[in-house]
T-cell receptor
Framework: AQSVSQHNHHVILSEAASLELGCNYS??????LFWYVQYPGQHLQLLLKYFSGDPLVKGIKGFEAEFIKSKFSFNLRKPSVQWSDTAEYFC??????????????FGRGTQLTVWP | DTAVSQTPKYLVTQMGNDKSIKCEQN?????MYWYKQDSKKFLKIMFSYNNKELIINETVPNRFSPKSPDKAHLNLHINSLELGDSAVYFCASSQYSGQGSNTGELFFGEGSRLTVL
């Protein structure tokens, strides 16, 4: 079975610091990759996604992620975080079986706390 | 104009009771899901239905029974509630089948927080 690893369980930063959250997955074939964000008390919302083309994808609120196929990684970055970025961040991966989508797998999540 | 809506948002009940959570999506998707999020924020898939057919049925106690009357609705019924059932339950939908630009992206409802006393 596939697995998705988010190595940082809790990250604490000051405002304006740079952010990088790690995500690695175990599947060797074609994948689509996602980062979701869950603000306190809210539901999961899509931050960004990669399914083809430029491996550097830009999402909402200044976030970006880079797909490095050789490293099975899809790390999330933001050059300067804000207090309002405090949230839980989930990496998710879905693989293809031929041309058919498989199942989506989520990482365990990373709690980001930003101090003002 | 909510895409994926769940009711109720909050549910407080006693152990041993039976309760249901309803979910509806107006995105025209063919697949719906139930996820359980525990106090550590871990997301665990419970069930998935594609065009009213059960396609994912994880190791979940048989006290949990999903029902999909049509592809826009997926309800979750829980019998004999236990303390450990306390969690936030998220419904989600996606377009799973077919070719083209389907990416597997999930669209989530706002969650139903279940508290069992």
């Amino acid at each position: 079975a596939q697995s998705v690893s988010q190595h940082n369980h809790h990250v604490i930063l000051s405002e304006a610091a740079s952010l990088e959250l790690g995500c690695n997955y175990s599947y060797g074939g074609t994948v689509n990759l996602f980062w979701y964000v869950q603000y306190p008390g809210q539901h999961l919302q899509l931050l960004l996604k990669y399914f083809s083309g430029d491996p550097l994808v830009k999402g909402i609120k200044g976030f970006e992620a880079e797909f490095i196929k050789s490293k099975f990684s899809f790390n999330l970055r933001k050059p300067s975080v804000q207090w309002s970025d405090t949230a839980e961040y989930f990496c998710a991966v879905i693989s293809y079986r031929g041309s058919t989508l498989g199942r989506l797998y989520f990482g365990r999540g990373t709690q980001l706390t930003v101090w003002p | 104009d909510t895409a994926v809506s769940q009711t109720p948002k909050y549910l407080v009940t006693q152990m041993g009771n039976d309760k249901s959570i309803k979910c509806e999506q107006n995105l025209g998707h063919d697949t719906m899901y139930w996820y359980k999020q525990d106090s550590k924020k871990f997301l665990k898939i419970m069930f998935s239905y594609n065009n009213k057919e059960l396609i994912i049925n994880e190791t979940v106690p048989n006290r949990f029974s999903p029902k999909s009357p049509d592809k826009a609705h997926l309800n979750l019924h829980i019998n004999s509630l236990e303390l450990g059932d306390s969690a936030v339950y998220f419904c989600a939908s996606s377009q799973y089948s077919g070719q083209g630009s389907n990416t597997g992206e999930l669209f989530f409802g706002e969650g139903s927080r279940l508290t069992v006393l």
